[in-house]
């Protein structure tokens, strides 16, 4: 419809279900010989499974009822701290994005969650559209390939998924502007017991 054919393709992943929905067509046209554009997933820094999470056997719910599957995780038990995109909460990533990242056919970023509101605000006064606290991160990706693209003089087609709108995340926005979001980090000692946590399964 836009006439043109994005070089670069940002999403954000939670689960992974949106960033496949926008990406994986445009990845099996690449795997079919044709054009390969870049594709980053962004994630948030406080529950970051493609980026620190580690690649291998899970389960995908914290009651371990699931089958278990071969993921990025950071443990069933790895519980994030407080942050405003509820979405991108979940300690796992879907197996084919899991599996495409291991084979290199995407890159992973992520940002604090104070970034990408920033990122939100600064598109919702350009475009007029409050974006969700999950959508954030993909603005907030998008805007860095954008200002890379400036740097280098660069004119490059970016695509990114705006995965929802933040009419029922005004308190969050509200709590932005007051300053009162704050960026905290994961234990890290409760990510390295989850980790450790996680159930083997042999070769
Ligand atoms: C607006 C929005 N975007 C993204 C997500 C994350 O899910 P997924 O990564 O599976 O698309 C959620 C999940 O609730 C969401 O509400």
Redesign the pocket.
């Known amino acids: 419809m836009a006439n043109a054919w994005p070089d670069v393709i940002v999403?954000?992943?939670?689960?992974?279900?949106?960033?496949?929905?926008i990406t994986f067509l445009f990845i099996g046209h690449g795997l079919r010989g044709g054009v390969k554009p870049r594709i980053v997933a962004v994630e948030p820094a406080a529950c970051p499974s493609l980026t620190r999470g580690r690649y291998g056997y899970d389960f995908g719910d914290t009651g371990k009822m699931t089958p278990l599957v071969k993921m990025h995780t950071l443990g069933s038990t790895f519980t994030p701290p407080a942050f405003h995109?509820?979405?991108?909460r979940?300690h796992g990533m879907?197996p084919l994005v899991s599996h495409l990242r291991e084979l290199g056919l995407i890159e992973a970023s992520a940002y604090t969650q104070t970034e990408c509101f920033a990122a939100g605000v600064q598109f919702a006064r350009s475009e007029g559209i409050v974006p969700?606290?999950?959508?954030n991160h993909a603005v907030k990706g998008a805007i860095e390939e954008a200002l890379r693209c400036k740097r280098g003089g660069r004119a490059e087609t970016i695509l990114f998924n705006l995965?929802?709108h933040g009419h029922f995340d005004m308190s969050a926005y509200q709590k932005y502007f007051a300053g009162e979001l704050r960026d905290e980090s994961y234990n890290e000692q409760e990510l390295a017991m989850a980790l450790a946590g996680l159930p083997s399964v042999s070769a």
């Open positions: 999403g954000c992943t939670g689960g992974g279900s949106n960033f496949a929905g995109a509820g979405g991108l979940y879907a969700a606290p999950e959508a995965c929802g």
